[in-house]
């Protein structure tokens, strides 16, 4: 509650307004008994039927306000606790925006989603029931006590004596049920994660015919959850089995007693009708105590997954005081001495990488699997740090920059092409602030695109599907380049976006990133011969160094890792 309080406090009035308007409606209820008793003790035992209208009608006032009053409460709660999870929501979204990559990189898709949807739809039902019933009836509990005991000690003796020990019983169900609650959230969160990979996912699994292998991993982790479920309803079940039997034993024993004091002219008629309706009433209160705690663990539990993610440090940020680059950006990018380890990783991935890309120059990086070559292109648009050195455009260090700055200046286009649900225009727009169909038009032609998306059902306003997947993948990684080129940068980082083309469609994309992009600076990690002879020159790593440096054709007359790497590549290229 301490840590969930920055987002209650905003409805707190409408939640002190939805508590008291449940107090009042129950304590309406609580007054029909006492009524009782008058009418039974009173028109009834004198068979005076001409005072029963007033008493009647008010019982039927009381009623009626109980019904209004709880009216009231859900119109009270019912925007603010939906208020309360937009809130949370659109908090936890903008914190996984501002989080690093490797935190993606860590975390499962499917606990994430189940974080900003399950949990905070979780809480959102304890702000707008379990938390005022939680404490109103704990209030009408100890109220309807104290109506008992002041109607007859002993009548209110019994119930208490068979209330007491729910108190017991709810501090062990609270301990167990906590750490059930939770495993079966995270087990949610795995099954969701499951579920997303293998719709995302469904080419390879159809191609491959592993459809019956993710069914039986689905099954499993789809059984676990069920035994846990299972456990929540036995531990439940326990808990619910002794909520309906001590009351019933507290009646039981109310009527016992109360018949025998009314033989003996100690207790009226009237006032074992209400101490018995006003245990009666007092049922609901008691027996919701462990569901209410059921869910109170649930939103601990909740709130603790939520809290996992909004914690997870945001590690790449913008400086207090950014510096600035020249208003005409000439892209001279520098590493020097970059060093680059993971935070949970021994190794380095990068180990003293010392480059200079001249402005408007284009250079390509090879190298084996592993080598680094990915990494370096995260430490420039700063999706990653360094741990030592630096990397630096037109002099000033990347981690000066405010993002948003530098970020306008790189253009990015990754080896997986990422597209969205939306229409072409709204997908390319993604890469430049304010780009408009002029210029969208522009970066299509730059990707050699514009003829196929012309050719869609609706032009640029046709929506892409999700993922892209009606689109082929050549297609797919031309509207990733436009989304690069759009907002004309200064440098231009390409992970080897080029892997789905046919050799011819590439050079004419390099070709004419050439001709309309002279002048920008590029850094393209090459997986294809072709692509390596159309870099100005070309950085070999080996093991997270930079090997050698020089234009293709001196790598390839002087360097015999070189021309082996090469013929790697060449291989690689015929075998797909």
């Known amino acids: ?102 935190f993606h990189d860590r975390f499962q898709s499917g606990q994430l989603l189940s974080r900003a949807t399950t949990d905070l739809n979780t809480v959102r039902r304890f702000v707008a029931f379990v938390c005022t ?198 892209g001279h990018v520098r590493f020097e001495d970059v060093h680059f380890a993971h935070a949970d990783g021994e190794r380095e991935v990068l180990r003293g990488i010392d480059l200079d890309i001249r402005p408007g120059e284009t250079v390509a990086l090879v190298g084996a699997t592993g080598s680094g070559k990915t990494t370096i292109t995260a430490l420039v648009p700063r999706l990653a740090d360094v741990t030592k050195g630096r990397v630096t455009i037109d002099g000033v260090d990347v981690r000066d920059l405010d993002l948003t700055d530098l970020r306008r200046v790189v253009g990015t286009a990754f080896e997986e092409p990422i597209l969205f649900s939306a229409s072409v225009t709204e997908n390319v727009a993604l890469g430049g602030i304010g780009a408009d169909e002029p210029r969208v038009r522009e970066a299509l032609r730059v990707a050699r695109a514009e003829e196929f998306v012309d050719a869609l059902p609706w032009g640029l306003d046709t929506r892409i599907g999700e993922q892209g997947l009606s689109l082929s993948g050549g297609q797919r990684q031309r509207l990733a380049l436009a989304r690069a080129v759009v907002g004309h940068p200064a440098v231009l980082v390409l992970d080897d976006p080029l892997s789905a083309l046919d050799v011819h469609t590439e050079a004419e994309v390099e070709a004419a990133l050439h001709r309309v992009l002279k002048g920008v600076t590029a850094l393209v990690v090459a997986h294809r011969p072709s692509t390596v002879q159309l870099a100005d020159r070309v950085a070999m790593l080996v093991d997270g160094r930079i090997a050698a440096v020089g234009t293709h054709r001196e790598l390839l007359a002087d360097n015999e890792d070189y021309r082996y790497l090469l013929s790697t590549l060449e291989d690689e290229e015929v075998a797909a």
């Open 133 to 330: 019933f939680l404490v109103v009836n704990t209030l009408v509990v100890l109220t309807g006590l104290g109506i008992l005991f002041w109607l007859s000690p002993v009548l209110g003796g019994i119930v208490l004596a068979c209330t007491l020990p729910l108190m017991l019983l709810s501090y062990l169900f609270e301990s167990k049920f906590k750490v059930v609650a939770r495993r079966a959230q995270d087990q949610a969160g795995d099954l969701t994660t499951v579920v997303e990979e293998s719709v995302l996912g469904i080419r390879v699994l159809k191609a491959f015919g592993r459809g019956p292998h993710l069914t039986r991993r689905f099954l499993r982790q789809a059984r676990e959850l069920r035994d846990t479920e299972l456990a929540k309803v036995r531990v439940f079940a326990l808990l619910w089995a002794v909520l309906i039997v001590l009351p019933e034993l507290a009646i039981a024993g109310q009527l016992a007693v109360g018949a025998v004091g009314i033989a003996n002219g100690t207790v009226t008629a009237g006032t074992l009708v209400a101490a018995v309706t006003v245990s009666a009433y007092l049922r609901w209160p008691i027996d919701s105590i462990g569901w209410l705690l059921a869910e109170t663990n649930q939103t601990a539990s909740a709130s603790e997954r939520f809290f996992e993610v909004m914690d997870a440090p945001v590690t790449i940020t913008s400086p207090d005081r950014p510096k600035t680059l020249p208003a005409q950006v000439k």
């Open 1 to 102: 509650m301490r840590r969930l309080w920055p987002y209650f406090r905003p409805v707190r009035t409408q939640m002190l307004l939805s508590m008291s308007a449940a107090l009042l409606a129950m304590l309406c209820g609580l007054g029909i008994p006492l009524i009782t008793q008058r009418i039974v003790d009173g028109p009834i035992a004198a068979r005076d039927l001409g005072a029963l209208p007033p008493m009647v009608g008010l019982v039927l006032l009381l009623g009626i306000g109980e019904a209004a009053l709880f009216y009231a409460r859900r119109k009270f709660i019912a925007r603010p606790a939906s208020d309360v999870e937009a809130r949370m929501r659109a908090a936890v979204y903008d914190h996984l925006q501002r989080l690093p990559v490797s």
